[in-house]
């Protein structure tokens, strides 16, 4: 089998006016490639794109992938700073997902507490609590849940986390063969545990989050999409039914 050869520096900057040039789903593949093997790449791609991406999808798509990368590469005091600028105000709920993006980035450790607390106040507002069945269908209620309450866990009002802990067990079944609400329960309860010092007790948490979490297509099962920090089910029913919306570049609901 014959192994594609990487274009050289000189032949990629030949290349990519044209690749940018081309219809969304022919960048994006190859965006995507460049993401994994050429992160520097990817931007130049997208710098490109940027300047001749056309109204509509395009231009949102283009957007959403250099907002994508910037948190992906640790920039998230540059996406912070374009979401108060009102920078992607006209993509409707795309900033709330920019801020899910900010939330999740530092559960995993690597966002300013500044940063963290102006997007989990973002998202209270878009998603809360208390109106969270009515939105269940129109937005993306238990991802942007989830990560209120799994911030709460581990650096805020563990109050808010019990909370939504049990607004998420109200929540529509289904969507995936397993017990979403369960596993994210369960993953909520790990973080609790981890932040009071109770290892062994965390560990047996995430390992029930994880076996309740499953869904259709077994090969997806488990990944996560890395810079929402939430599931990327290929089945587009189950994306529909919990009001994902938004999976890589697809438009938003608002």
Known sequence: MRIPRLASDAEFSLLVDTIARASPPEWIAVLRQLRITRPDRAEVLLEHVGRVAGPGFPKRAATGAAAQLAVAEGRLQEV???IRGGAYSQFGAFERQLDLGLVASSIAGISEPGIARRAVASLSAYVPAESALAYFESRP????GWGIAAYHALFGDTVITRHWEAVIGTLPPGGTDGDYRGSLRNDLEARLALRRGDLRGALGFAARALSL???RLRS?????????AR???CD???RRRHGWGFSRLEPLSS
Do not use: I
């Not at 209620?141 to 942007?144: A, G």
């Not at 997806?220 to 929402?228: A, K």
């Open 80 to 82: 912070d700073s374009l």
């Open 141 to 144: 209620v238990w991802s942007m």
């Open 213 to 215: 979490w499953t869904c």
């Open 220 to 228: 997806c099962c488990g990944r996560l999409d890395g810079w929402t």
């Open 231 to 233: 599931p990327l089910c």
């Open 236 to 238: 587009r029913s189950c």
